[in-house]
């Protein structure tokens, strides 16, 4: 039995003195110091050059399980990877390469056509790492903003703009690495007549000895780099060759897949038409 006394009723009324439930009232505020935007942020934000609002933030549980937009964006993160590696190479050769081009020379010629091919896979690449950035934040910022937010990422995402920028990068990125070795192969081909040891035709002409096939020259061009630009053009049609056969790969599977698919998603839609009474189950 427990003793009824004084002892228990005083506990009790020292507890519900240091439980003092906080008063709310109307006129009371929670927001902070850093609540509002300061003089920097409003001045920029008014004029429309970026907004200080975000998106609506909802704990849908249905977030954290995994859809097929998930794969099609990892594939997409997985290509802007190797874009990225190729802007840096692309553009160290593009700076790093002599400029003073002269096009009434053979050499000069050959410098441009690697010039203008190196820009080609730089742009093909820049393009390649923004949409595999943009799309991929666009979609999940979609994706996480409601209840249907899997529906309005996958209208995002099948958009026929966003769609075409999406395969145009990622099918540029591809044929980018083929062209890089084609424009390699250029570079290579006016270095080897830079840097050969007997580059000079006036030294040519001054030594009677018999030259060597790896220091004879053709029209003015190195025997040995036509040799080396020869080499990576036969790699870069190779490549080539490969890209294509995975595309044509792709296409065959995909059209096979969906002339088998078809006839049975009729007859299944068919057959549920044709339910005209209620389940007794």
């Known amino acids: 039995k427990v003793p009824i006394g004084d002892t228990w009723p005083r506990q009790l009324g020292r507890g519900m003195e240091m439980y003092r439930p906080l008063a709310l009232t109307r006129s009371m505020s929670i927001e902070s110091q850093h609540e509002h935007p300061d003089t920097v942020v409003d001045a920029l934000a008014s004029n429309g050059f970026v ?48 400029h003073d081009i002269e096009l009434n020379h053979t050499n000069g010629v050959l410098q441009f056509v690697g010039f203008f091919f190196m820009n080609v896979v730089l742009f ?93 020259r053709l029209h003015g061009v190195s025997v040995f780099g036509l040799v080396v630009c020869c080499t990576y053009l036969l790699l870069a049609s190779f490549l080539a060759y490969i890209n294509c056969k995975h595309a044509a790969v792709f296409k065959e599977r995909y059209t096979m897949a969906k002339s088998v698919e078809r006839p049975i998603i009729n007859l299944q839609a068919m057959s549920m038409s044709q339910r005209g009474l209620a389940p007794d189950i």
């Not at 794969?71 to 593009?94: D, F, H, P, Q």
């Not at 990422?153 to 099948?158: G, T």
């Open 51 to 98: 907004r200080s609002e975000s998106m609506d933030i909802n704990n849908d549980p249905r977030f954290f399980t995994g859809n097929v937009l998930d794969k099609r964006l990892a594939a997409v993160s997985g290509l802007s990877v190797v874009s990225t590696l190729m802007v840096g190479i692309a553009l160290g050769e593009c700076y790093n390469m002599k």
């Open 124 to 216: 093909a690449n820049v393009l390649a790492a923004y949409i595999g950035v943009a799309q991929v934040y666009f979609t999940y910022r979609l994706m996480t903003a409601g209840a249907t937010g899997f529906e309005m990422a996958a209208s995002f995402y099948l958009n026929p703009n966003v769609a075409f920028w999406r395969h145009a990068g990622v099918k540029w990125m591809l044929q980018s690495l083929p062209m890089f070795l084609f424009a390699g192969g250029f570079r290579l081909l006016v270095k080897f007549d830079h840097d050969m040891p007997r580059a000079k035709g006036a030294e040519h002409q001054a030594d009677n000895t018999e030259l060597t096939w790896w220091d004879a």
